[in-house]
């Protein structure tokens, strides 16, 4: 098979072989990209804490400096790529995904991927998966722009990677194909569910290979709840939707307050906030999952564990809104899990007695309502919880709590995804019109007519003959070397007198991995006329697109 019709195959909004073996390879190079990470972060803690996150082992003065330098070093590696680039995240995977077909500068990659390593190895309370959204989503456009793919493909291709890298970096495939296209795609069609469920699939054998079977939020097992705690549930998830309106308040309360502070200034200050919490409590530095797992079963007070909460959810905060490159899911899992304990504790003198031990229970189910308010993805936080607790009687308790918390989140505390707020502040654009969503998913390889006849330097006598012995062939005459030059030459039939014969209009060109919204946008204004297709070097035509031809796709779209 020629890359030509690969890319013919690929510019169609439709499943295909070539688009699954397309998106499978861009999951493998962003699953390898993401184990890499993983095993780069793992080896610092090992070599600096004689463990994961275990900051305890570190002395008092140490724990104290150990963000400090991890911010001059994010600092450092910032300038060597240069400050305006310091733009990551998934927040800002989401808008070059809607308005850049995916493409993810390498700068900013650069930048995510040692400053994500410097700030999740120093104590920081961020969580992996933004590096590791970020980082896939470059890998796997990698691939796209190796093939010169088309680009309604790209977005496809990126959406592929992401959900390899979430399933190679927690290990629960359906879970990052939920949020691939709940978060990040923002669109279930079954031509995008298929290559990105396949990449997911390939992220988490990857990961099992080189990082077993076990997954880090393993300890979380599941007890199934009896019915009589159910009606508690109800109470747990509004408690909890609160709290993540809270979070997302105070999260973009900070970023204003500290907008007119430069970026060194911010790192700086969130480094010295986690530096002087963990000087007096290791425990609530880093947001790794087995610190959660080793104060489950440790013998914690009601106290403390208020206390670990609050001071999680606030270097959470300061992290997250001062700029530190890591992300917030990780962080908000913790602190559902931290919020889920305390709500059972504080609801155990009026429930029913339990008659065995529900801890790891109601800490999933905390994970599952506060996930869901926070980044308002009620069906990616119960796929997790679904994954992770892996029985399906935690369905029921998961999608009361759920829901109980989402819909106090949205409409009682009027809360939004922390994302779409955080695109809102950075500037960001993430929203296309109804018009160019549809029109995105076409390339324009899928539609252009290629039964043209170029002429170049013709006399008008020669155009006409043509078209009288081959009308249905689309004629364009060509007045110089360059493309830009071109002409659709059709029979003139407005019938007035000392016209000429021919009507002639001026054409714009689009290369072939372009879409019917790029043809859109430039004939909208007359709403006639063409668009010359051409080959990658630009030195060719390869085919051409009229207006009623887009005109006539939107409208089969309708029906």
Not at 95 to 114: A, D, E, L, S
């Amino acid at each position: 098979m020629s890359l030509q019709s690969l890319r013919l195959a690929l510019s169609q909004p439709s499943t295909s072989v070539q688009l699954c073996l397309v998106g499978l390879a861009g999951g493998l190079i962003s699953a390898f990209v993401i184990i890499l990470f993983r095993w780069l972060l793992s080896l610092s803690h090992v070599f600096m804490l004689d463990g994961i996150g275990n900051y305890a082992a570190l002395v008092p003065e140490y724990r104290l400096a150990l963000p400090i330098v991890a911010v001059c070093f994010i600092i450092v590696v910032a300038k060597l790529t240069g400050f305006k680039h310091y733009r990551m995240g998934i927040p800002f995977v989401i808008h070059r995904v809607k308005q850049f077909y995916g493409h993810i500068p390498m700068r900013t990659t650069i930048n995510q991927f040692f400053g994500g390593l410097f700030a999740l190895a120093s104590g920081f309370v961020v969580g992996k998966e933004g590096p590791t959204v970020h980082l896939a989503a470059w890998a796997s456009h990698l691939v796209g722009h190796w093939l010169s793919a088309p680009f309604n493909s790209l977005r496809i291709l990126a959406g592929c990677g992401i959900a390899a890298g979430i399933s190679a970096a927690f290990n629960t495939p359906l879970a990052a194909v939920i949020f691939v296209m709940e978060v990040v795609l923002r669109e279930y069609k079954v031509h995008i569910f298929i290559p990105v469920m396949l990449s997911a699939a390939c992220g988490s054998v990857l990961t099992r290979a080189v990082f077993g079977d076990v997954s880090e939020l393993s300890f979380l097992s599941f007890t199934p709840v009896p019915v009589q705690q159910l009606p508690f549930l109800v109470l747990m998830g509004i408690v909890i939707g609160v709290a993540a309106s809270q979070f997302n308040r105070q999260l973009m309360w900070l970023m204003r307050l500290f907008r007119p502070v430069n970026m060194m200034g911010r790192l700086f200050i969130a480094a010295f906030v986690t530096g002087i919490a963990g000087y007096s409590m290791p425990q609530a530095m880093g947001a790794e999952f087995i610190n959660v797992y080793h104060f489950i079963n440790s013998e914690f007070t009601m106290q403390g564990l208020m206390l670990l909460l609050f001071v999680k959810f606030a270097l959470a905060i300061v992290a997250i809104g001062l700029g530190v490159p890591g992300g917030i899911i990780g962080a908000v899992m913790v602190i559902g899990m931290l919020l889920g304990l305390l709500l059972m504790q504080l609801m155990q003198p009026i429930m029913p007695l339990m008659e065995q031990d529900m801890t790891t229970t109601y800490a999933l189910l905390g994970l599952a309502g506060f996930l869901a308010s926070v980044l308002h993805a009620p069906m990616a936080a119960l796929t997790a919880a679904m994954e992770l607790a892996a029985s399906p009687q935690a369905v029921l308790p998961s999608i009361i709590v759920i829901v109980s918390a989402y819909v106090t989140a949205k409409q009682m505390c009027n809360n939004r995804s922390v994302f779409i707020q955080q695109l809102e502040y950075q500037g960001l654009p993430y929203t296309t019109s109804v018009i160019r969503d549809v029109l995105q998913q076409t390339g324009v390889m899928a539609m252009m007519k290629t039964d043209i006849k170029v002429f170049k330097f013709a006399a008008d006598k020669a155009l006409y003959d043509h078209l009288q012995e081959h009308p249905e062939q689309t004629l364009i005459n060509q007045t110089s070397d360059h493309l830009s030059s071109c002409q659709i030459v059709e029979l003139n039939v407005s019938l007035q007198e000392n016209e000429s014969a021919l009507s002639m209009q001026d054409t714009q060109v689009l290369s072939q991995q372009h879409t019917l919204a790029d043809v859109y946008d430039a004939l909208q204004t007359r709403r006639q006329g063409a668009v010359i297709i051409s080959g990658l070097d630009g030195k060719e035509i390869c085919g051409v697109i009229t207006w009623n031809m887009v005109h006539n796709y939107m409208q089969r779209q309708q029906h």
